[in-house]
């Protein structure tokens, strides 16, 4: 039987090079009916863009005939909410709060957060701490995970009133941060916190490595307000296991069925990484097609 989750794709999935425009037509080409787009330090979607930019990005998607389905950012790695200076934790509430405003504008209902770190590999180890340099990330420092916890959890209870009163949810992924790393504890962070504006936004391909992802999507249930599909290959250990959907160890079907199970229908994003060496835009027909079957739109 068909699932009933909407079909989205992350503009971070896109050669980076191309304009805005390009990837929603090129998404909206694909047979993609939603895009998550992104929060960056600079551009149509910035830390500093108008309201006026915001909404021509708006308005760009609904004369293309694409939803913005969600909005990301990557400046968590750089502004942490568990990160040892206060000025750092500081700027990430800013970022959050801006991230909300810039939601509600753009007729989002939920962004992506990444609730902090206790430690992160994929980032630069030799980079020193200070608050007023953007070249900070969070990677560089260890957080003592009780601490981390604690930083997080306060964090999230602050700027909970904010995403009620502006209607967006604060998204909380689960991404390689060495935080978070079980769905019961997942579970019981969300539920000490007690808002039904801080949620779970559950990256089905990002446990793959140490986890079963229909646990997670069993467990955390209706606290999931919004998700990201990956595909990844545990013999490969590291960034290198990410591969196209289909590809890797996720069992799609019984990833389905747990959605299914839990009365999930929202929005389910590709979130893949542009690799193709050549002919890139292929990738993201590719990840459509792929979608179409894991979303049971047609037969195997």
Known sequence: MRSKLHKGINIWSFDQSQPLETCMRLAKDAGFEGIELAMAKDGPLGLHSSDEEILA???LADDIGIQICSLATGLYWQYSLTANPPEIREQ???VVRRQIDMAALLGVDCILVCPGTVGVDFRPEDVVPDANDVTFFAGSEVIDYDVAYDRSQAALKELAPYAQEKGVIIGIENIWNKFLLSPMEFRTFLDEIGSDYVG??????????????EHWIKILGKRIKKVHFKDYRRDAKGL????DLLAGDVDWVKVVDAFEAIGYEGWASAEMCPTYRLYTNQMIYNASAAMDCILRRKEN
């Open 57 to 59: 990005v708006k308005k």
């Open 92 to 94: 990430a509430k800013q």
């Open 200 to 213: 779970a936004f559950l990256d089905v391909g990002n446990m793959v490595l140490y986890g079963y992802p």
């Open 240 to 243: 290198a296991g990410f591969v």
